[in-house]
């Protein structure tokens, strides 16, 4: 294989082994056609942190062998992944995009470019929004264009411009730009196919109402700041995500604010949060104290809670049956910060991809194991 001239391993083929899960917690109501049947869909969601070139520090990584970074090897095997479990819906963070800006001229790097072509060899459609202005990386959505077609186009909204600013604890210094940190929801109301043939006519046109034989889907990736010492601004970030999502659907289909079972929701991404942490449990429950101590004093509220429509656990994990195995596994860390929600109205978790990490250093992310900066989460889900 050729990468810049030069000469790099053919990568591997790490293949995760595929697990059932069987969700008992979960009762999906029946929708019939217009026969009388029953209509039963699954679909795969693949959940993946790709890596952006432009962050592969040495020094941060440096249980992985310097030919194993190399995009040229990494992409091939984020590819072969990806063709081997063929997900309906595919969500990405820090993929690179080019826009023209210093930053993109500097680096050169435009993996967005890479899944565009790829993707699209294998019947997929998407879109890619930057994390913020000047920012090299960002996140995209891509859907199987045979099983999806979009009812409303792809829109993205950022972080910094919907976050308040933060109040000032008392005793510390004023920090107006502390909710400041790019960040991007990217996402699209879908119209998914529930037919026996699962196949749609490619089509352009956007459509405005679903057909007997679908249901809708509002697909959202997002990907939040990393820095521990923010915990309140991953909260922060995890209510706007939530109330972003809910007045845009309130606005496009007015019926969602009293009925929310009618619009089926997968939110999918990079959370930067363990599973006790402040953001997972206010995206799990609907509220947390507003003295939570990860607020760290910066938010006065009595509660801090997300809209009706998803709060008192209308959300859940598609990692909870199997009870939120690693994501990122490097050298000095291992844990799962990378979550794909779902509203269990209308979804049922149906299975995973397994680990086949031994804990060695040949199963360190990204390493030879893996090409991406995380374990990719895909799960299949029932779709009714």
Request: net charge positive.
């Given at each position: 294989?050729?990468?810049?001239?030069?000469?790099?391993?053919?990568?591997?083929?790490?293949?995760?082994?595929?697990?059932?899960?069987?969700?008992?917690?979960?009762?999906?109501?029946?929708?019939?056609?217009?026969?009388?049947?029953?209509?039963?869909?699954?679909?795969?969601?693949?959940?993946?942190?790709?890596?952006?070139?432009?962050?592969?520090?040495?020094?941060?990584?440096?249980?992985?062998?310097?030919?194993?970074?190399?995009?040229?090897?990494?992409?091939?095997?984020i590819?072969?992944?990806?063709?081997?479990?063929?997900?309906?819906?595919?969500?990405?963070?820090?993929?690179?995009?080019?826009?023209?800006?210093?930053?993109?001229?500097?680096?050169?790097?435009?993996?967005?470019?890479?899944?565009?072509?790829?993707?699209?060899?294998?019947?997929?459609?998407?879109?890619?929004?930057?994390?913020?202005?000047?920012?090299?990386?960002?996140?995209?959505?891509?859907?199987?264009?045979?099983?999806?077609?979009?009812?409303?186009?792809?829109?993205a909204?950022?972080?910094?411009?919907?976050?308040?600013?933060?109040s000032?604890?008392?005793g510390?210094?004023?920090?107006?730009?502390?909710?400041?940190?790019?960040?991007?929801?990217?996402?699209?109301?879908?119209?998914?196919?529930?037919?026996?043939?699962?196949?749609?006519?490619?089509?352009?046109?956007?459509?405005?109402?679903?057909?007997?034989?679908?249901?809708?889907?509002?697909?959202?990736?997002?990907?939040?700041?990393?820095?521990?010492?923010?915990?309140?601004?991953?909260?922060?970030?995890?209510?706007?995500?939530?109330?972003?999502?809910?007045?845009?659907?309130?606005k496009?289909?007015?019926?969602?604010?009293?009925?929310?079972?009618?619009?089926?929701?997968?939110?999918?991404?990079?959370?930067?949060?363990?599973?006790?942490?402040?953001?997972?449990?206010?995206?799990?429950?609907?509220?947390?104290?507003?003295?939570?101590?990860?607020?760290?004093?910066?938010?006065?509220?009595?509660?801090?809670?997300?809209?009706?429509?998803?709060?008192?656990?209308?959300?859940?994990?598609?990692?909870?049956?199997?009870?939120?195995?690693?994501?990122?596994?490097?050298?000095t860390f291992?844990?799962?910060?990378?979550?794909?929600?779902?509203?269990?109205?209308?979804?049922?978790?149906?299975?995973?991809?397994?680990?086949?990490?031994?804990?060695?250093?040949?199963?360190?992310?990204?390493?030879?194991?893996?090409?991406?900066n995380?374990?990719?989460?895909?799960?299949?889900?029932?779709?009714?």
């Amino acid at each position: 294989m050729l990468h810049r001239g030069k000469e790099t391993p053919s990568p591997p083929v790490h293949i995760r082994p595929w697990v059932a899960v069987e969700d008992r917690h979960v009762r999906v109501k029946d929708k019939e056609d217009q026969t009388g049947d029953i209509l039963h869909s699954t679909f795969r969601v693949m959940q993946y942190n790709v890596l952006a070139p432009s962050y592969r520090r040495p020094t941060s990584k440096k249980h992985c062998p310097k030919h194993a970074m190399a995009w040229g090897y990494r992409g091939e095997n984020i590819m072969a992944e990806i063709r081997h479990f063929n997900p309906t819906f595919l969500c990405l963070q820090e993929v690179e995009g080019y826009d023209g800006s210093p930053a993109s001229q500097f680096y050169g790097n435009n993996t967005d470019e890479f899944f565009r072509k790829h993707l699209s060899l294998h019947g997929y459609e998407g879109c890619y929004y930057p994390r913020g202005p000047g920012e090299i990386d960002g996140c995209s959505l891509y859907w199987k264009s045979s099983r999806a077609r979009v009812v409303r186009p792809p829109h993205a909204m950022q972080y910094a411009n919907i976050i308040p600013r933060p109040s000032c604890p008392p005793g510390r210094r004023d920090d107006p730009r502390r909710y400041m940190e790019h960040g991007v929801i990217v996402f699209t109301v879908l119209e998914v196919n529930n037919t026996k043939d699962n196949d749609y006519p490619l089509q352009k046109t956007y459509h405005t109402s679903p057909s007997p034989q679908s249901t809708l889907l509002c697909l959202v990736t997002t990907h939040l700041y990393w820095d521990p010492s923010k915990s309140d601004l991953k909260i922060m970030q995890c209510r706007a995500l939530m109330q972003s999502i809910t007045h845009y659907l309130i606005k496009e289909f007015p019926e969602f604010e009293h009925n929310p079972d009618l619009i089926s929701v997968i939110i999918a991404g990079d959370f930067n949060s363990k599973p006790k942490s402040g953001a997972f449990k206010l995206l799990r429950e609907g509220s947390i104290p507003g003295d939570h101590h990860e607020m760290r004093g910066y938010v006065h509220e009595e509660d801090i809670s997300i809209p009706e429509q998803f709060s008192g656990y209308k959300l859940k994990s598609a990692y909870a049956p199997v009870g939120h195995p690693f994501t990122n596994y490097t050298n000095t860390f291992k844990g799962c910060l990378d979550y794909i929600w779902y509203t269990p109205y209308s979804l049922a978790t149906r299975g995973s991809g397994g680990s086949h990490n031994d804990g060695s250093v040949a199963g360190y992310r990204p390493g030879l194991s893996g090409p991406g900066n995380r374990v990719y989460t895909i799960y299949s889900r029932g779709i009714l």
